[in-house]
């Protein structure tokens, strides 16, 4: 029996006759289907074709199919941190896949003034945060910004006195809001706790921090760069032996504790990655050009598993900090600082074995540079376009 179900080749527009005038409507599955296949920036566009278009390209449905498939074309994330000025560029360029491409394109994505640093990013949404001091009091101005869309988030100023601030942005899974982190570091001269607050970043609610007062564990005085969301977990380094967990959605904090056999010391990288849906710990030696990956197995007993790789001695030729592990999981969540041009990223892949050195182009623009002094760029993997708005 043939299937009733026109394919998508074989379906027709329907004709209208009114007056002298012929007029055609597609069929909304068809119109769905021939959005999917459109990029972001076509999507934004196509908003103001009709209030259809608009109520289509903005549904749930469509902007979570969306982002499942942006999932599987992630992008590098570079900033650029000017010299002079508070401003700072964004670009994005395709991440790591198995073709034989020796340079992608970056594209320019937006500009960014008055903010300080990045605090990472989730789902395409960025965080980043300033410090504004008037003695004795320092405000932290934390933004959500979305790349893709544009969209701009200012979440309320938190005040820290002379405590250090981060701030980290996180995804419940379940109840599908974003959420952002604030942790008012411990203060050696004072004697004050870290205390932590949450903001669920959304416009169509009243923004403001609310503490946290279940949290276990010691103090600590900093988080260190790395950190990832994984089912609804945030996760972040605070030294070489504890790893703290955010639930998002119950908002509890609880430490984790590493295996002795994996405190490296200053002379090792180590980034946290999600590995197959768990916590993977990715710790490189650059003394003996080694990469251990350590993987989280059981939350509740804090449970380890450990594998070890030797990467290829062409690797240590480049700038430590430009090496990019790759493994069946995707590439390891870390950051990567690129000072000299050309400017190029080394990717290792832990199942073949074998390197490849790929050179971002796009940034390298001399006259640019040279109006705006650009100092520092950093890189950050695992950026995905997200088409949603909070």
């Avoid at 034989?100 to 994505?109: G, I, M, N, Q, T």
């Avoid at 609610?205 to 564990?217: L, M």
């Avoid at 990655?273 to 650059?286: A, P, T």
């Avoid at 993987?295 to 240590?316: F, I, N, R």
């Amino acid at each position: 029996m043939k299937d009733s179900q026109p394919s998508l080749s074989r379906r027709r527009r329907d004709l209208y006759h009114v007056g002298n005038c012929t007029t055609t409507t597609i069929p909304l599955d068809l119109i769905i289907e021939i959005l999917s296949l459109l990029p972001a920036k076509s999507l934004l566009q196509f908003q103001s074709v009709s209030k259809l278009w608009f109520s289509t390209i903005r549904s749930k449905t469509f902007v979570d199919s969306f982002l499942t498939r942006s999932k599987n074309r992630p992008r590098l994330l570079f900033t650029f941190y000017l010299k002079n000025s508070w401003e700072k560029f964004l670009f994005s360029a395709p991440e790591y896949d198995d073709d034989k491409s020796s340079s992608v394109l970056a594209r320019y994505d937006m500009t960014i003034s008055d903010l300080d640093e990045i605090c990472g990013s989730v789902n395409g949404f960025v965080c980043f945060r300033s410090v504004v001091s008037s003695k004795p009091v320092c405000n932290n101005k934390i933004t959500v910004y979305n790349p893709t869309t544009r969209q701009i988030m200012k979440l309320p100023d938190v005040t820290s006195g002379r405590r250090y601030v981060d701030a980290l942005i996180a995804y419940d899974t379940v109840e599908d809001p974003y959420k952002v982190l604030c942790v008012k570091m411990f203060d050696r001269k004072t004697q004050q706790q870290q205390e932590h607050f949450v903001c669920t970043v959304s416009s169509s609610q009243k923004q403001e921090w609310r503490k946290i007062e279940n949290t276990t564990g010691g103090s600590y005085k900093c988080v260190l760069l790395g950190h990832i969301c994984i089912d609804g977990a945030l996760y972040y380094r605070i030294d070489q032996s504890r790893i703290v967990r955010f639930d998002v959605r119950a908002e509890k904090i609880e430490i984790i504790k590493t295996p002795k056999e994996s405190h490296v010391s200053v002379a090792y990288d180590s980034a946290l990655i999600d590995y197959n849906g768990k916590l993977g710990r990715l710790v490189g030696s650059c003394a003996n050009n080694l990469v251990t990956l350590w993987v989280l197995e059981d939350v509740e007993k804090q449970e380890w598993s450990s594998m070890t790789h030797a990467v290829p001695y062409q690797c240590g030729s480049i700038h430590r900090d430009r090496v990019l592990v790759v493994c069946e999981a995707g590439i390891h969540a870390g950051v990567t600082m690129m000072f000299r041009l050309p400017f190029r990223v080394c990717y290792y892949d832990l199942n073949k074995k074998n390197i490849r050195e790929v050179e971002i182009r796009g940034m390298e623009d001399g006259d640019l540079r040279r109006v705006h002094g650009f100092s520092v760029l950093t890189g950050y993997t695992g950026h995905i376009e997200n088409i949603s708005f909070l």
